[in-house]
């Protein structure tokens, strides 16, 4: 079997019935311009339905190589974006074309795209630009109104790196395997391309596409994919310092909150203060896990805490000392002393949290061990564990 030339990724969740006529349009589509025996199409699936188990029936038989990853639910690092990283590492091919699973991007786009891509890096299918562009396929004006401010947004803070993209949130693209870097994606919730245009200097070229309608199921916009994406914007712009004080501001008010709740109560505020303090601890670990440092994760969850539990306590051992003079000598208040002693110690902790504990010394964003042992089985010929997610390659 000759080694793919061109893999299309496509991240899916809960799209069990749009992967047959997928599957069908793509083949058409990679038989009509002589590129079906040189791609793979691999699917990253993080669905809770049936949707790999379909796969797997479409890939049986298939004159198209299909190959499957399924992410248990503790390894959907990064949502769909993740996903999409998770498809690029696990390819040789040297140009990955990236598409959603429920036909609202054509596989007829895709040779446009490749032939377009010739002396660029990034081929963007775009909605807005030139003739053909619509953005027809969005469910409702409600969605087009954000969709388009999302793009001027994301434009208004990346003037530079997007300059030559009119539609960076689309999820429609071609790029240059060689061209990425993907120990610097940080993906969060939907917006891969973005993600990949910021984080690179790329040569980006577009073309105008027309937004399909949804083939069946339901859209994954929500509210909280909109928020993620403002967290995404957040950190690509000001970094993981921005979300981290964030974390720590909700920390503080906790710490804050406690120490006076236990002061009320009765309680010396030294002890109040050591309870609030390993509250706010736990708080604050657990925050960082799930939002600012959950891609940077490389180290056990076990030695991750204990690093943040031995520092915090040591950094407020040596703060005690400051909060007793401040209340006794300076006459402040203990719970104003409490929160002017954790701010001082912010840029410490978080210098600390980001350089020791999440460290990554370059890599790659944790895709999950059972995706991990898969790909190394394919390319190694190791024997698979039992429990291991199926990779599918039906093509003789």
Not at 76 to 87: F, H, K, N, T
Not at 103 to 120: C, E, M, S, V
Request: glycine share 8%.
């Amino acid at each position: 079997m000759m080694p793919a030339q061109l893999a299309i990724v496509i991240p899916t969740f809960n799209e069990s019935e749009n992967v047959i006529p997928l599957v069908e349009q793509l083949i058409s589509t990679l038989r009509g311009v002589g590129r079906l025996a040189s791609t793979e199409v691999l699917f990253v699936d993080d669905s809770t339905d049936e949707t790999p188990q379909v796969i797997s029936r479409v890939a049986d038989g298939s004159e198209l190589t299909i190959r499957l990853i399924h992410r248990a639910p503790g390894e959907r690092v990064g949502g769909l974006g993740g996903a999409v990283v998770a498809g690029i590492q696990n390819t040789c091919a040297a140009t990955v074309v990236v598409m959603d699973g429920d036909l609202q991007h054509p596989p007829g786009t895709i040779p446009r795209l490749l032939n377009a891509l010739d002396g660029y890096d990034v081929a963007v299918a775009s909605r807005y630009c030139g003739e053909g562009g619509d953005a027809a396929g969005l469910s409702s004006k409600t969605r087009k109104a954000v969709s388009s401010s999302s793009t001027v947004l994301a434009r208004t803070l990346f003037p530079r790196r997007l300059r030559d993209c009119t539609d960076p949130m689309t999820g429609y693209f071609a790029v240059r395997r060689g061209a990425l870097d993907v120990t610097k994606l940080r993906p969060i919730g939907f917006k891969i391309l973005l993600e990949i245009l910021v984080r690179h200097r790329l040569r980006v070229i577009e073309i105008p596409f027309e937004f399909a309608d949804r083939h069946a199921g339901e859209s994954k916009a929500s509210i909280r994919q909109g928020l993620r994406f403002v967290w995404q914007l957040a950190n690509l712009r000001f970094g993981s310092a921005l979300s981290f004080m964030l974390v720590g501001a909700s920390g503080l008010a906790v710490n804050v909150a406690v120490m006076a709740t236990a002061i009320s109560a009765g309680l010396n505020y030294v002890a109040s203060s050591i309870v609030a303090t390993e509250l706010s601890i736990v708080w604050n670990f657990v925050l960082c896990e799930k939002f600012v440092f959950r891609d940077r994760r490389v180290s056990t969850a076990w030695r991750r805490g204990a690093q943040c539990f031995l520092y915090n306590n040591l950094e407020f051992a040596l703060r005690l000392p400051f909060l007793m003079v401040a209340v006794s000598v300076l006459g402040i208040g203990e719970v104003l002393a409490q929160f002017v002693t954790v701010v001082i110690a912010f840029f410490a902790r978080y210098a600390f949290t980001s350089r020791v504990v999440y460290r990554t010394d370059g890599a790659p964003i944790e895709i999950g061990a059972k995706a991990t042992a898969v790909m190394r089985s394919v390319h190694d010929s190791a024997v698979l564990p039992a429990d291991a997610t199926i990779t599918l390659d039906r093509r003789e």
